[in-house]
């Protein structure tokens, strides 16, 4: 059992996963969800109830790791806004009444009776991934909520089974039960999530790795085992506070250019740590170095003398800061290159199953999941350095190898590229508001895609680049897919839309 987390450019892609079997190689898999329930004779009719023997429900260990943009989403997605017309929170007084006229009115709802119920949840490694920085809506929405999250890692939650015997109650009745008791439950929980927080280290995620390799080489003599889980753990530690006391540091300097480049550089360090540590230690002492000049300039052209003033203070904390991030940036790609390489199997987490689908298709409808769709989208992301705003429109491979062409067609631009290296590497692009028209032709019994490009001269020359297809059949398709791509530009380009000062 997998949940995938579908949010593009997401640090935590897997929601929620099986922890690997630890029982050994010849014993059987156990089941992610394990459920019985056994009905008793059936009632009869004058009897508005249903009788269980028993109803047991267990989960296999899991690790869940939220995020808080998903939650901010999910949350604005199941409760709208008030301006959205979502009716008001009742207050205190009157969701006591609600629930007391709900306990009355359940006199005569459905009810069940089970002799035994037992829901037993096993270990879940609990992991919260908090946002450098939020989009304009989800960071109100976060103000309004009150909502303070804070960033932790392989939390051990042991929940405690929810038992009880013969109740007769009805389903809603019984559900609050369970959900009152796993809420407790959590409460108690507070201390381990406070021991695997970022800013602490993770001490007792350090505190488990070191006592797991002891254990090992104690009882089994494995050596290479305790010297992979103190790595481990002494690596992680040190990830994790130079990460915070960083992003701590870029919170004083309120550069927001400065902080988006770091955030492009630490998501982009996947498998490389060592040269994103050095290319955030060159941002520093760049930044550092251009600092008072930079915010000087910039706070005299906005607001005149104060302005000077205020941007010579705040270059100066540059000055000093930027240099200093840089360092600690550099120590915790370092820390994080030596805690990949010392990781166990069983703290890996598993890549997607299903990569993030494309919830905008033609008129703006969602359209049915496609795994070639799909792909597409993230070879854009790849093209365009992961802006997301840029809309996917189509994608197709023209040529297959060992030439290896493809057509990849967005909201705003015509690219064709090729990954033979592995890597996309752009062919031709052209921006759909010089795209003037394409057609499919053959000739010399090839099929090619003739582009009418408007130039960039003086003259306004047209271009007449053409690109080869492997059949009729795709080079059709690219220049009806160009067609269509031009004209939703165009339409774009001259829609009026709503303006609020209207």
């Known amino acids: ?78 409760w709208p806004s008030e301006e959205e017309g979502a009716p008001e929170q009742p207050d205190e007084a009157e969701f006591e009444a609600r629930r007391v006229l709900d306990e009355l009115t359940s006199l005569n709802a459905t009810r069940c009776y089970f002799a035994l119920i037992k829901v037993i949840p096993s270990q879940i490694r609990l992991s919260m991934c908090t946002a450098n ?101 002494i690596s992680n530690s040190a990830a994790k506070v130079s990460e915070t006391l960083g992003d701590g540091l870029e919170r004083v300097v309120t550069d927001e250019a400065h902080e988006e480049t770091r955030r492009r550089i630490r998501s982009a360090a996947t498998g490389s740590h060592i040269a994103a540590g050095f290319r955030g230690l060159g941002l520093g002492i760049l930044g550092g170095m251009t600092s008072l000049v930079k915010h000087s300039y910039e706070g005299a052209t906005q607001e005149g003398v104060p302005g000077f003033l205020a941007g010579v203070g705040k270059g100066l904390v540059g000055t000093v800061t930027k240099p200093v991030i840089g360092v600690l940036d550099l120590a915790a790609e370092t820390a994080s290159a030596l805690r990949d390489t010392s990781r166990r199997s069983d703290k890996w987490v598993p890549a997607r199953v299903r990569p993030p689908r494309c919830c905008c298709g033609p008129g703006g409808l969602l359209p049915r999941f496609c795994a070639a769709q799909a792909a597409g989208a993230a070879l ?40 033979k290296n592995q890597t996309p590497h752009v062919v031709m692009e052209t921006h759909l508001s010089n795209l003037v028209s394409c057609a499919a032709v053959a000739a010399d019994g090839a099929h090619f895609v003739e582009l009418r490009v408007r130039g960039g001269g003086a003259a306004e020359a047209l271009r007449r680049p053409r690109v080869q297809c492997d059949s009729a059949e795709l080079a059709a398709w690219v220049a009806k897919h160009a067609a269509y791509a031009r004209q939703l530009y165009r339409e774009r380009v001259h829609t009026l839309l709503p303006h609020s000062d209207l």
């Open 380 to 419: 854009l992301h790849a093209l365009n350095g992961n802006d997301y705003s840029e809309q996917f429109l189509a994608y197709r491979l023209i040529r297959d190898t060992p030439h290896d062409i493809r057509a990849l067609l967005s909201a705003t631009y015509l690219r064709i590229f090729t990954c």
């Open 1 to 78: 059992m997998q949940w995938d987390n579908q949010l593009l450019g997401t640090p935590s892609p897997v929601l929620l996963y099986c922890l690997p079997d630890r029982a050994g190689p010849g014993a059987p898999p156990l089941p992610a969800l394990h459920a019985a329930a056994e009905l008793m004779r059936a009632p009869a009719r004058r009897y508005n109830a249903h009788f269980f023997r028993h109803l047991i429900v267990a989960l296999r260990p899991l690790a869940v790791r939220l995020e808080e943009r998903l939650i901010l989403k999910l949350y604005a997605w199941a």
């Open 133 to 233: 920085k939020l989009e304009s809506d989800l960071a109100t929405l976060k103000r309004r909520l009150g909502l303070t999250l804070i960033r932790f890692e392989d939390a051990a939650v042991e929940l405690e089974p929810f038992v009880r015997a013969h109740p007769f109650e009805t389903p809603a009745c019984l559900a609050r039960q369970l959900l009152k008791h796993f809420k407790e439950e959590l409460k108690w929980q507070a201390a381990k999530i406070l021991g695997s927080v970022d800013f602490l280290g993770n001490p007792l995620g350090f505190v488990a790795d070191v006592s797991e390799g002891v254990s090992g080489f104690l009882f089994e003599g494995n050596v290479t085992a305790l010297l992979k889980n103190v790595t481990h753990g």
